[in-house]
């Protein structure tokens, strides 16, 4: 495979922290593209299916041995041919709905959530090594009431700000050099300047220079996906249940002050 298709730009973080934003930032660079996000086949079906082929073809060169006959006789792959399928079928597969690879050679994925889920993430990081990670962070109570007032009213706060403490943890965690980090919300009070110096830094972590593309959809700071007008959006939290939830999520508190967010 070639350099670019063995380094996968993944960005990912909460839901209604920005992603969508940023997968369209950098799809508009004329070589790259950021696919859609996780489809209802998970990453755990996927990775098992992978699991299976390695152990199978494990057990075909065992039995083939046994066998000792002129031409195998069970059909098979050794581990690094299962790993090289398996991540041809993941590329091809997710990145069927978009431009061919060859068109824009820089693929990726927006993956919500997939920095929260720790092992799944080195799952991936061990099959693309090389991949560069642009994690979107926003303020996590904007976020909860957002997705609370848009697509799950029900939503279980103290799960999120769990799985908001483990994306920041994941950040912690990451090679530097393979990381960036998104505040959109911080971003979008600076000036232009300021803006298109945080995005230019995205782009020199993915490995590519900013293009007449990228640098007008700054100037213009398009909003995107923006799924009910804010004079319809009726939930807010109180001071008292924002003080609750740090108290009742370890690492709330912590990670918020790292991330630059008051909460009281």
């Not at 050794?78 to 990145?95: A, D, N, S, W």
């Amino acid at each position: 495979m070639s350099q670019d298709l063995e380094m996968p730009i993944v960005v990912t973080g909460m839901a209604r922290s920005g992603t969508t934003w940023v997968q369209w930032f950098l799809s508009e660079h004329p070589r790259i593209h950021i696919h859609g996000q996780e489809p209802k086949l998970h990453w755990a079906d996927l990775w098992h299916w992978y699991q299976k082929l390695v152990e199978h073809g494990r057990w075909a060169v065992r039995a083939n041995r046994l066998q000792g006959y002129g031409v195998p006789h069970y059909a098979g792959s050794g581990p690094h041919r299962c790993r090289e399928i398996f991540k041809r079928l993941v590329r091809e597969y997710m990145t069927g709905l978009g431009p061919p690879v060859e068109a824009k050679p820089r693929w990726g994925l927006k993956w919500i959530g997939l920095a929260a889920r720790g092992e799944a993430a080195w799952q991936f990081a061990s099959l693309w090594p090389e991949a560069r990670w642009v994690v979107c962070v926003r303020e996590p109570f904007a976020a909860m009431a957002s997705l609370k007032n848009t697509f799950a009213p029900e939503l279980d706060v103290r799960q999120f700000a769990a799985s908001w403490v483990a994306t920041c943890r994941f950040i912690e965690a990451c090679d530097r050099g393979r990381l960036a980090v998104v505040q959109l919300d911080k971003l979008a009070g600076e000036g232009q300047a300021g803006r298109k110096a945080g995005l230019d830094e995205v782009l020199e972590c993915v490995g590519e220079e900013p293009s007449e593309e990228t640098d007008e959809f700054i100037r213009q700071w398009p909003v995107v996906h923006k799924v009910k007008p804010d004079e319809e959006r009726s939930f807010r939290f109180t001071g008292e249940e924002k003080q609750r939830l740090v108290a009742e999520v370890p690492g709330l508190a912590e990670q918020m002050e790292k991330m630059g967010h008051g909460w009281e």
